[in-house]
């Protein structure tokens, strides 16, 4: 595999321990995202990470729509970006779809974001050129276009530019990274907490945005709906969440702007504050805490103890407090 950045600079950078205990949690999160090729839960706890996780910038206008590849995701952030619109950072680790796209730019909470993540791989159009330095001293391995193995990214003849960038994974990263490499995050899987409250729906709004989550019991799964309409992969498959979380953060402007002046806003990740959880067809109410950018994010109840989540893919939408 083509490196994205030195071999030197990614070793010198300080590693963070995983523990089997953790990554074991993670598995359950993560494993049940993807159907067949996974390890087992006993393969997972003692297996380490065999590379970083693959996090790709999707976009999310209604000229990019359906998506290839979100299904597939391990975790999914909704963020906000330019005029109150939304983009998706998707993150793969346990399995690598195909293709991934369409694929759009970098933004500065992406940094911030993933530096919880060990060395994670993001895959991105581009970037003005303001952000490139910072992007470049990130603790990630960025791969642009025009830093990319040969073949890694292709335009779709079917979409049109510059919604049609689209990414093969598998040129990128020699495989899936495996569970241990999210388990720094803190996300947990376990028994639901007790009470909540039943929910049927649940719609979470950006200025010019929307994510609605209906949940499902056949499924058992939160069914996934973006700016109203049913979130699909093209060849139909329903793209679904088995743990949504409302994570409400401060967003304010930054130092940047897209080129018809608005400003980019800066999602900030690094903190405390109130989140939702929603699982198993209820919502529960609870707190976030990241106290560092190379900290996991932890999710606890009212009262301090710890918020599982339930196995399966998980959505993360980062709304203003």
Same mark, same amino acid.
């Given at each position: 595999?083509?490196?994205?950045?030195?071999?030197?600079?990614?070793?010198?950078?300080?590693?963070?321990?995983?523990?089997?205990?953790?990554?074991?949690?993670?598995?359950?999160?993560?494993?049940?995202?993807?159907?067949?090729?996974?390890?087992?839960?006993?393969?997972?706890?003692?297996?380490?990470?065999?590379? #970083?996780?693959? &996090?790709?910038?999707? *976009?999310?206008?209604?000229? =990019?729509?359906?998506?290839?590849? %979100?299904?597939? +995701?391990? /975790?999914?952030?909704?963020?906000?970006?330019?005029?109150?619109?939304?983009?998706?950072?998707?993150?793969?680790?346990?399995?690598?779809?195909?293709?991934?796209?369409?694929?759009?730019?970098?933004?500065?909470?992406?940094?911030?974001?993933?530096?919880?993540?060990?060395?994670?791989?993001?895959?991105?159009?581009?970037?003005?050129?303001?952000?490139?330095?910072?992007?470049?001293?990130?603790?990630?391995?960025?791969?642009?276009?025009?830093?990319? #193995?040969?073949? &890694?990214?292709?335009? *779709?003849?079917?979409?049109? =530019?510059?919604?049609?960038?689209? %990414?093969?994974? +598998?040129? /990128?990263?020699?495989?899936?990274?495996?569970?241990?490499?999210?388990?720094?995050?803190?996300?947990?899987?376990?028994?639901?907490?007790?009470?909540?409250?039943?929910?049927?729906?649940?719609?979470?709004?950006?200025?010019?945005?929307?994510?609605?989550?209906?949940?499902?019991?056949?499924?058992?799964?939160?069914?996934?709906?973006?700016?109203?309409?049913?979130?699909?992969?093209?060849?139909?498959?329903?793209?679904?969440?088995?743990?949504?979380?409302?994570?409400?953060?401060?967003?304010? *402007?930054?130092?940047?702007?897209?080129?018809?002046?608005?400003?980019?806003?800066?999602?900030?990740?690094?903190?405390?504050?109130?989140?939702?959880?929603?699982?198993?067809?209820?919502?529960?109410?609870?707190?976030?805490?990241?106290?560092?950018?190379?900290?996991?994010?932890?999710?606890?109840?009212?009262?301090?103890?710890?918020?599982?989540?339930?196995?399966?893919?998980?959505?993360?939408?980062?709304?203003?407090?």
């Amino acid at each position: 595999m083509k490196e994205p950045i030195s071999r030197t600079r990614a070793a010198g950078r300080t590693r963070r321990a995983v523990t089997v205990t953790v990554a074991a949690l993670v598995l359950g999160v993560l494993g049940t995202s993807c159907s067949g090729g996974g390890p087992s839960p006993q393969e997972s706890e003692t297996a380490p990470a065999v590379g #970083p996780v693959l &996090a790709v910038k999707v *976009d999310n206008v209604a000229a =990019a729509r359906p998506q290839t590849g %979100l299904a597939a +995701a391990d /975790v999914v952030y909704a963020e906000q970006v330019e005029a109150g619109l939304s983009r998706l950072l998707a993150l793969y680790a346990t399995r690598l779809p195909d293709t991934v796209g369409p694929v759009r730019s970098a933004r500065e909470s992406d940094l911030e974001l993933l530096a919880q993540f060990e060395d994670p791989v993001l895959a991105f159009s581009g970037a003005q050129s303001k952000l490139l330095p910072l992007i470049e001293a990130a603790p990630l391995r960025p791969v642009p276009p025009d830093g990319a #193995p040969a073949g &890694a990214y292709t335009r *779709d003849p079917g979409r049109s =530019a510059p919604h049609d960038l689209m %990414l093969h994974p +598998a040129k /990128v990263v020699d495989g899936p990274a495996g569970a241990a490499a999210l388990a720094q995050t803190g996300f947990r899987t376990g028994p639901a907490p007790a009470g909540g409250e039943q929910v049927d729906e649940r719609t979470v709004s950006f200025p010019s945005a929307r994510f609605t989550f209906t949940w499902s019991a056949d499924e058992g799964r939160w069914l996934v709906s973006m700016d109203g309409r049913r979130s699909t992969e093209p060849n139909g498959t329903p793209v679904t969440a088995a743990t949504v979380v409302v994570q409400r953060v401060e967003i304010r *402007d930054s130092q940047f702007q897209d080129f018809m002046g608005n400003n980019s806003p800066f999602t900030v990740t690094v903190g405390s504050g109130s989140a939702e959880v929603l699982r198993d067809g209820r919502a529960h109410e609870g707190e976030w805490k990241r106290p560092s950018a190379s900290d996991g994010t932890t999710f606890t109840t009212r009262d301090g103890k710890p918020l599982d989540f339930a196995a399966g893919p998980v959505w993360v939408v980062l709304v203003a407090r």
